[in-house]
């Protein structure tokens, strides 16, 4: 068989009876659709599409058109009436479907001072990144760390986790879940505690201590499965780091200076849906155009840059450049297989999550550097 012929429906030198017609075939399939049968050559090009069909498109939302709705929130619903008090950011390509990509669900949570956000838990895995605000604290299996802005904070699936506010501030962060992967596998649980907070059963960072220093315990053992036994990843150690590799070890002509978080006892990603990293781009760096099949959110940590997103050829917005201007607190996405590149328009730092070790579980994700 020809290379093409996967694509075409009827392949040449098999040709039947001339006197067939379409309404023949038309009446064969509606004969056999009550049998709960269809005729692939039907639907084959649409199944084995020869470039990935993206339904997620670029998007921006901007800190300073999404706060003011943030606020108007936390007057109209207390976070305990909301049980999550969370703008979604909806993709324009999915719109009523609740997400950001097609695997990845994210909002923004805002948590006010003395509220609570009920103890629960649930299969779908879930990551905080922290965007305005110092204070406020989330739970996981008995350890509270608090919050601060930058930090990368995990709630392993199927971990008892609640939010709360004992500061002075209001508290936004980013939500990262791997709802739409879940719902895919139609394999999602989900249980509401008998108390509205955990009770605390260890001291405030005893999980960074026990894995994050670049130690491991000489018995360990993995409290979260596949997901990292840390839970808080500092934004100030974070930061240092890129910071000193930006200015004495040479930047990486695609992302900057640009880490990943990772799992201590593996090597793997911190989350075993969800990668996750950081990058720091220098004053006026300008970046290499890249694309990857990984769809991804970003949320601007610090500093301003152009996002260029170039969608492949075919489909919505085929071809022409998305240019965003973005700044700290802003998120946007790049939808799978589509070029990005950044300028920084002063010391800009990013992080950023997508559901690459899916696709690398699964052999088929691709990344292409210019
Ligand atoms: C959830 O549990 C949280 O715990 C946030 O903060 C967002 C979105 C859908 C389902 C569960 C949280 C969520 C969520």
């Not at 989330?138 to 699936?157: K, L």
């Amino acid at each position: 068989m020809k290379r093409d012929d996967v694509h075409s429906a009827a392949a040449p030198g098999a040709a039947i009876d001339a006197s067939v017609t379409p309404r023949e075939r038309q009446d064969l399939y509606d004969r056999m659709r009550p049998a709960g049968l269809t005729p692939l050559w039907e639907v084959l090009h649409a199944l084995v599409p020869q470039q990935p069909a993206v339904r997620t498109r670029p998007a921006h939302w901007r800190w300073s058109d999404v706060e003011p709705f943030l606020q108007d929130a936390g007057r109209l619903i207390t976070a305990e009436e909301a049980i999550r008090r969370v703008l979604i950011l909806e993709n324009p390509g999915w719109r009523g479907e609740s997400r950001s990509t097609g695997t990845l669900y994210a909002g923004l949570q805002l948590i006010l001072p003395g509220e609570v956000a009920p103890s629960h838990r649930h299969t779908q895995s879930a990551l905080r990144f922290v965007v305005d605000g110092d204070g406020a604290y989330t739970a996981v299996n008995g350890e509270r760390t608090i919050m601060h802005p930058g930090d990368f904070i995990i709630t392993p699936h199927w971990t008892w986790h609640d939010h709360g506010n004992e500061g002075s501030q209001p508290v936004v962060w980013l939500d990262g879940l791997d709802i739409p992967v879940v719902a895919f596998f139609e394999s999602g649980f989900a249980e509401n505690d008998s108390a509205r907070s955990q009770a605390v059963t260890a001291a405030e960072g005893t999980s960074l201590a026990r894995f994050g220093a670049s130690m491991l315990p000489l018995k360990p053992h993995s409290p979260f499965g596949a997901t990292s036994p840390i839970f808080c990843y500092p934004y100030a150690r974070s930061r240092e780091a890129l910071a000193h590799l930006a200015a004495h070890a040479g930047l990486d002509p695609a992302h900057g200076a640009a880490l990943r978080y990772v799992n201590p006892l593996t090597g793997g990603w911190a989350i075993p849906t969800i990668a996750t990293q950081l990058q720091l781009l220098p004053e006026g760096f300008e970046t290499r155009t890249s694309r990857t099949t990984a769809g991804t959110v970003f949320s601007v940590v610090e500093g301003s840059a152009t996002v260029t997103i170039t969608c492949p050829a075919q489909g919505p917005g085929a071809g022409t450049p998305m240019r965003y201007r973005v700044g700290a607190k802003d998120h946007f996405v790049v939808p799978p297989w589509a070029g990005l590149q950044l300028s920084a328009a002063d010391e800009c730092v990013l992080f950023s999550f997508s559901d690459a070790p899916l696709q690398q579980a699964a052999g088929i994700l691709r990344v292409q550097e210019d």
